[in-house]
Antibody, heavy 120, light 112 residues
Framework: QVTLKESGPVLVKPTETLTLTCTVS??????????VSWIRQPPGKALEWLAH???????SYSTSLKSRLTISKDTSKSQVVLTMTNMDPVDTATYYC????????????WGQGTLVTVSS | QSALTQPPSASGSPGQSVTISCTGT?????????VSWYQQHPGKAPKLMIY???KRPSGVPDRFSGSKSGNTASLTVSGLQAEDEADYYC????????????FGGGTKLTVL
C-alpha cells in the first residue's frame, strides 16, 4: 500500500524558512521509475507545482520560486524534504507531496496535505 | 511556464455529459501525450482520474474519458452523478527544462 504523509510546522513567520518532510511507504525512493514532487494550493485557489526529485537525485524547480526552494531526499529514511526560504503571507497554502512517474508526469498517489499559514 | 487554461465552471444534470477543456501550448499540452486530470473534493487531496491523455487508472469509472486535439485536452464525464461534483484540474508535462510540470487553473463541476 502506497502512502505519502507530509509533516512540518502549521505556522511560520514572514521571512522565516519553511521545512517540510514527506515520508513515503509502499515504494522506494530508489525506484528508477518514480520520484516525489511538492505541489501547493493556496486556499480557494489552484494547484501549483513546486519541485520534484527522482532516484538519481535529478531535481527540478518551479521557475518562479527556484531561488527559494531546495528539495532533497534521504532514501534510507524514505523521506523527501522541501525547504522554502523567506516565507511570505502569500505562501500560505496546503502543501502536498505526491508520487510522480518519470515518464508521463503522472501523480498517482498524493499525501493528505498540510496547511501552512504564514503570519506574524 | 504559464498555467494551463480551464473554464472556471461547468455544470450538467444527472445523467448528462459534460466536457471540460484544458488549453496549453505546443510546449506542453500540444507537445506531449502526457496530460493528466485530477478530481478534488473539498478538503481532500487530488485524485488521479486520467493519465497520458486518455488512460484510466484502475478503479476510475469508465464514465470518465480524456482526449486531446492540438494544444487542447478535454475531460468528458458521461452519465453525471452527484458524486462527480468536484474541482477538476488538468496537468501536462512541459519538457525537461525548468518547471517541467504545469497545472490548469481548475474547473468547478456542478451537478444540477
Amino acid at each position: 500500500q502506497v502512502t505519502l504523509k507530509e509533516s512540518g510546522p502549521v505556522l511560520v513567520k514572514p521571512t522565516e524558512t519553511l521545512t517540510l518532510t514527506c515520508t513515503v511507504s509502499g515504494f522506494s525512493l530508489s525506484n528508477a521509475r518514480m520520484g516525489v514532487s511538492w505541489i501547493r494550493q493556496p486556499p480557494g485557489k489552484a494547484l501549483e507545482w513546486l519541485a520534484h526529485i527522482f532516484s538519481n537525485d535529478e531535481k527540478s524547480y518551479s521557475t518562479s520560486l527556484k531561488s527559494r526552494l531546495t528539495i532533497s531526499k534521504d532514501t534510507s529514511k524514505s523521506q523527501v524534504v522541501l525547504t522554502m526560504t523567506n516565507m511570505d503571507p502569500v505562501d500560505t497554502a496546503t502543501y502536498y507531496c505526491a508520487r510522480i512517474y518519470l515518464v508521463g508526469a503522472t501523480y498517482d498517489y498524493w499525501g493528505q496535505g498540510t496547511l501552512v499559514t504564514v503570519s506574524s | 511556464q504559464s498555467a494551463l487554461t480551464q473554464p472556471p465552471s461547468a455544470s450538467g444534470s444527472p445523467g448528462q455529459s459534460v466536457t471540460i477543456s484544458c488549453t496549453g501550448t505546443s510546449s506542453d499540452v500540444g507537445g506531449y501525450n502526457y496530460v493528466s486530470w485530477y478530481q478534488q473534493h473539498p478538503g481532500k487531496a487530488p485524485k488521479l482520474m486520467i493519465y497520458e491523455v486518455s488512460k484510466r487508472p484502475s478503479g476510475v469509472p469508465d464514465r470518465f474519458s480524456g482526449s486531446k486535439s492540438g494544444n487542447t485536452a478535454s475531460l468528458t464525464v458521461s452519465g453525471l452523478q452527484a458524486e462527480d461534483e468536484a474541482d477538476y484540474y488538468c496537468s501536462s508535462y512541459a519538457g525537461s527544462n525548468e518547471s517541467p510540470v504545469v497545472f490548469g487553473g481548475g474547473t468547478k463541476l456542478t451537478v444540477l
